[in-house]
């Protein structure tokens, strides 16, 4: 299926370190310290969870910020993706949380983008995405 939508323009003047919504987010399950479950875009939308969620009782949450560049030659780079999954893996240990494989955090984050950039242009003074 070919993915074909007008960009969208984003305001740089305007635009604050907030949730900036795309069409899409990446689920993936892990249950009874198992292995985590391949993951999927799934369309943007509310989340379900236990109410004895860690994250909820505890605050116990991992953020791993990771930028997104559009070349000059307009390519869509990374900078240092492994460093952030291994990051995140390290702060799950710390944190007594099931961390989430590296191949799948890297999986995650370029489907994420892949999909984004049908949704948001890159500015040219800017030429990032957090």
Avoid at 30 to 54: H, I, R, T
Avoid at 76 to 82: C, D, Q
């Amino acid at each position: 299926m070919e993915k074909v939508k007008i960009l969208q323009e984003i305001n740089w003047d305007n635009l604050t370190f907030s949730l900036t919504r795309t069409r899409s987010m990446y689920v993936a399950e892990q249950n009874d310290n198992g292995p985590w479950e391949q993951g999927k875009l799934v369309p943007f939308g509310n989340v379900s969870m236990s109410p004895a969620a860690g994250v909820l009782n505890y605050g116990q949450g991992i953020f791993e910020g990771l930028k997104a560049f559009r070349t000059s030659k307009d390519r869509i780079v990374l900078f240092r993706p492994e460093n952030n999954a291994i990051r995140a893996v390290d702060s799950a240990e710390r944190l007594c949380m099931p961390p989430v494989p590296p191949e799948l955090f890297l999986d995650a984050i370029l489907d994420e983008i892949l999909d984004a950039i049908f949704d948001v242009t890159f500015s040219v003074t800017f030429r990032s995405l957090f």
